[in-house]
Structure formats: C-alpha cells, structure tokens
C-alpha cells in the first residue's frame, strides 16, 4: 500500500551545503533558518496557539540523501564510518522513506513562517508535518542511548585575523551570530572521523552566502583561514 505525501513548508536555512552542518539538532544554537509554509497553511488558522510552545518537532525528507534501494546497514559518523550497524538504529541521513525528525526552538510566529533556531536542516528541506514538544511526554527522565550517551567532544576553533573581521562584520550585514554559528559548527569537527587531515589540506562549507574555509594546524585543532563572499553560479 502506497500513501502520498505532500510538503507542508520550506526550510530557508543558513546550511547551503551539507559538509558541516551538525549531526544532531541543538548542538549550534546559532544555525537559524525560517520555515516557510505552503498552501493552505500559509495562513494564520494553522499556527494559531502555536505562540505558547518554545520548541517544535519538524518531519522533514532528507531530499539529498534519498534512494531507490533501501540499506539495511549504515556507517554512522559516531562510530567512526567504519563500523556497520542496522540503519533502524541510528539517525543516518540514509533512512527508508527518507524521513527525518528534529526537536527546534521556535523562535517567533508570524502567519505563514516559523522562525527556527538550533536547527540541523539543509537549506530548502522539505517539512512534511509540525508537531509541538511536549516537555512531560517527549523528556523521558531514564532513557539511554548507549551508542551515543553524549554529545560528541568539541575541539577548539581559532581564526586568521582577517577571518575574523570578515566575520564579524559579514555577521552585521546578515543581523546573524555568524562567528558564533561558524564556531560551533567547527568545534564539532565535520570531516569525516576516518580521515587524518594534513597541515596543508584546506576545507571548506557554505553559511549563508559565505563561503569559510579552514584547515587543521595539528590534530584536534581548526584554524578559520577566510571568510568570503560565495562565488556564483
């Protein structure tokens, strides 16, 4: 049996590409974006009461990462990428159906968008239904996760000076916490936990219509090396 769905809003994200964006949720309270709503919930009826919650559930596609095969088994990043595990066991972007879920703070309601902040989603992202937190019913006091009993141990992050002027004052003209987004980004490491980064080897990710750049001057460590304006086209 088939059963359709159809989006009910767009997420408008400071996440252009996917390299970098946080694995979970929360993890950078300084990713925002906007959810966009569709037709007929565009309209104000559909958000009404939503002023009295400070946190929402959004399921999303991971529109990137969908697949005409399903994976039974995935490497997820926690482990490594080296270690097989069973996809229902993990938050892999890899999933059936390509349904994903998010915990957001809600930041502001207007009719017809919803301003997000801590979000994990990629810019133009799907969002397939809405659903309000529930602090006594979503925060289960004993649950455990022991794959991933905490959230993974950040490494410290520090700039060129030009970088970070470019930053700071990249991030008046967007009225965004740019250095503190870029920040908390990079100090959850984004290459993949497989690789063993040289000196010399630049990296790279989009925020907003910034492209940064930075490389890792001894293991553990990054370096913000420039911002910059993203190239066109």
């Not at 959004?58 to 490594?80: I, M, N, T």
């Not at 994990?120 to 809405?130: A, Q, S, Y």
């Amino acid at each position: 049996m088939q059963h359709l769905v159809s989006p009910v809003g767009i997420v408008r994200s400071c996440f252009k590409e996917k390299f970098a964006i946080p694995r979970q949720p929360h993890l950078a309270p300084a990713a925002r974006g906007v959810l966009e709503l569709l037709p007929p919930f565009d309209q104000g009826e559909a958000v009404q009461g939503l002023q009295q919650v400070s946190h929402v559930w959004l399921l999303f596609l991971f529109h990137q990462a969908l697949e005409d095969k399903p994976r039974l088994k995935v490497r997820p990043p926690r482990l490594g990428g080296n270690q097989s595990v069973g996809v229902f066991s993990t938050r892999a972007t890899h999933r059936p159906n390509g349904i994903g879920q998010s915990v957001v703070r809600l930041e502001r309601v207007e009719p017809g968008r919803l301003h997000l902040s801590g979000i994990d989603l990629l810019d133009g992202t799907p969002v397939l239904d809405i659903k309000p937190y529930v602090p006594y019913a979503d925060a289960v006091a004993d649950a455990r996760n022991e794959m991933a009993d905490a959230p993974p141990p950040l490494i410290p992050v520090d700039w060129q000076d030009d970088a970070l002027a470019a930053a700071r004052s990249h991030g008046l003209r967007l009225d965004e916490p740019l250095v503190a987004l870029i920040e908390q980004c990079l100090a959850q490491d984004p290459r993949p936990a497989y690789q063993q980064p040289q000196p010399e080897r630049r990296y790279g990710a989009r925020f907003w219509d910034l492209d940064v750049h930075w490389h890792y001057p001894q293991p553990g460590r990054i370096r913000v090396l420039d911002v910059q304006m993203a190239s066109r086209g």
